[in-house]
């Protein structure tokens, strides 16, 4: 297993899968700025047929993103422009590619910074080469799965019209008939400082309400699957990555927030329910 500066490539894998010989369609863009990491990043995934985009700055990998669109993102946050977190929330504002932070800094802090601006995963230095490449692979493989999960794009929650297609929620004078069709990109986040809800304010039809960037990863989770229990682990995984399958406090805050911003009443949803010990389910 190499390690961080080795520029050997891994082994490669079973038929079918990066590294086997056959083509690949998935772009990565990797932003590091430290040379040597750099390379031996690049050598991995090429030898994986992996198509490579590289840049040593924030503003460089931004104007890159914008014209060759990655299909997966990794960042290092201590970049000499811009700090990576500025460069995470500069793409969430329009691509749905999973990112994955490299970086050496280490403090909790810093972790659920980027998680909650909306990175997928957070590996720190010194890493193993082959950790960092099955990360990449488990982080595709969902974006892959959220692409079309077949399911509503629109659902009524209380007053509230949520379009997943859109990322918009807006009031609604009251019960209405929702489509089913269209895409939606979905991030990632750890717990915020918490906020006020929304669910019964005295707003007027069609204003609109915020929602952060792990409140929509959560809702499309649950939305697009009406009456489907939805385990905690599989959201946990889903939207803060393997390493937080345990982390049921994150999860229980932030679905404390949607029901304060989404229920006319938070207290007794009807909606956003909880199925103790397993998980939740979105109730139409």
């Known amino acids: 297993m190499s390690e961080l500066g080795d520029s050997r490539p891994e082994s490669t894998g079973p038929p079918g899968t990066p ?40 503003r460089e990998a931004l104007a890159l993103a914008a014209s060759q669109p990655p299909d997966a ?56 080469m082959a950790e960092l490449l099955a990360r990449l692979r488990a982080a595709l493989r969902r974006d892959e799965g959220n692409a079309d999960p077949g399911g509503p794009r629109q659902a009524m929650i209380g007053h509230w019209l949520v379009d997943l297609s859109t990322h918009r929620v807006t009031r609604a004078a009251g019960p209405a008939t929702v489509p089913t069709t269209g895409p939606s990109p979905a991030d990632p986040g750890s717990p915020p400082r918490p906020g006020s809800g929304g669910g019964g304010s ?57 029901r304060r911003k989404l229920e006319d009443n938070p207290a007794r949803p009807r909606h956003l329910l909880t199925e103790p010990g397993m998980g939740y389910r979105y109730q139409p």
């Open 19 to 58: 590294g086997s010989g056959r083509a690949v369609e998935n772009a990565v863009l990797i932003v590091e700025d430290q040379p040597e990491l750099l390379r031996a990043l690049r050598i991995n995934l090429r030898a994986r047929q992996y198509d490579v985009l590289t840049a040593r700055t924030g």
């Open 73 to 128: 993102v990794i960042l290092d946050l201590g970049l000499p422009d811009i700090d990576g977190t500025e460069v995470i929330v500069e793409l969430r504002r329009w691509s749905k590619a999973p990112i994955i932070v490299l970086s050496g800094r280490t403090s909790p802090g810093d972790k659920i910074g980027a998680l909650d601006v909306g990175a997928d995963d957070y590996v720190t230095k010194p890493f193993a």
């Open 202 to 258: 005295d707003l007027e039809p069609g204003e609109t309400l915020r929602l952060t960037p792990t409140e929509w990863r959560i809702l499309e989770l649950l939305l697009p699957r009406p009456g489907q229990l939805v385990g905690s682990a599989q959201i946990l995984t889903g939207v803060w990555g393997p390493g937080f399958r345990q982390r049921t406090n994150y999860l229980r805050f932030h679905m404390a927030r949607l």
